[in-house]
C-alpha cells in the first residue's frame, strides 16, 4: 500500500493543526516539570529545617518509654544544680544573683531545638561570666553605676548571641579546631586561678571590693590576718569543698568497696541541698552571699542603653 499525506492548509500554524496532540503533549510535560520543581522546593525547605532544627531528626525517633524516666531525672538533676551555679556565675559577672537564675532557664529550652549534643548542659559558664566583668567593668562600676553596668552587660549578651547565631549559620565552629591544646590549657587554667581566688572571699565571709588579680590575693590576706574570717561560713564552706574532693576520689579508686556505685551518688546536688536545708535554720549566723531574691519573672524589656554603647561594648 502507498502512503497517504495530508497536506496542511495555508496560513494554518502547527499549533491549529495538531493542538490534541503535541500542544497536550507539551502542557502535560511543562506540568510534570512544574511538580517536579515543587517536590524539590520542599525537600529543600525539609532538609533545612532538620538541618538547623536538629529537634526534628531525633524527637520522632525518641524512645519515650525507655529514655524518658532517665531523661527526667537527668533534667531534674541539671534544674537543681542550675539553681547555685546560677547564683554564683552571676556574682562572677558583678549582677545580682537573680541574674544568673533568669540566664539558667532558657538556654536548656532553646537548646534541644536546635542541638546536636544529648549530653550537653547549657547554661551560664565561669569563663563566660569573668569575661563579660572584665569586659564591662572598665565601662562601667558594677559597685557604684549597677543599673548601667546591667544594661552593658544586656547588650554584651545581644552582640553575642547575634555573632554566635550568625558564625552557627555557616557552621563555622570547625574554626576552634585550629586553636592548639597549650592554648586552651593556659586559658582555662588562669580563669580557673583568678575565679577560685575570687570566690574565696565568700568561703571566708569576707568582703573584699573587686580588683585585679594580685589586687584581690593582697586583700584576702589582709583580711584573714586582721581576723575578719567569719568562722561558720567558712566551716561550711570547707566541709562542702572537702566532701567534695573526698568523694571524687573515692570514685576514682576502684579498689575500695561500693566504688563503682558511688559513681552514681550526685555530691554536688547534696552538698547543695544539705547546706540550704543548714543556712535556713542558722538564723541568718551565716554570711549571706548576695541579697534576697525576688520572686517571680521580670518583664521583658530592652536595655536602658542607646546604639552608640553597641561599639564600646
Known sequence: MGSVVVHKPRGVADSDTDSSGDGHHDDHHHNHHHHHHNINNTKLVINTLLYYFNIASWLPTYEWRASLPWDTLAGLTTGIMLVPQGLSYALIAGLNPIVGLYSCFLPPLIYPLFGTSRELSVAPVAIVSLLTAEGIAPLADPETEYARYRDLTFVLALESGIIMTLLGLVRAG???????????????????????????????????????????????????????????????GALSVAFLIALKMYKKSPKLPYAKQSALIPGALIVVVVTSLIAAHTDNSLRQVGSSLPSGLPSPHWPDASWTDFKPV
Open 174 to 236: 570547625v574554626v576552634v579546631n585550629m586553636l592548639s591544646q597549650p592554648v586552651i590549657v593556659g586559658f582555662t587554667s588562669a580563669a580557673a586561678l583568678i575565679i577560685g581566688f575570687g570566690q574565696l572571699k565568700y568561703i571566708l565571709g569576707v568582703s573584699v571590693p573587686r580588683g585585679e588579680f594580685i589586687e584581690t590575693i593582697v586583700h584576702l590576706v589582709e583580711k584573714i590576718a586582721a581576723g575578719d574570717v567569719h568562722g561558720p561560713t567558712l566551716a561550711m
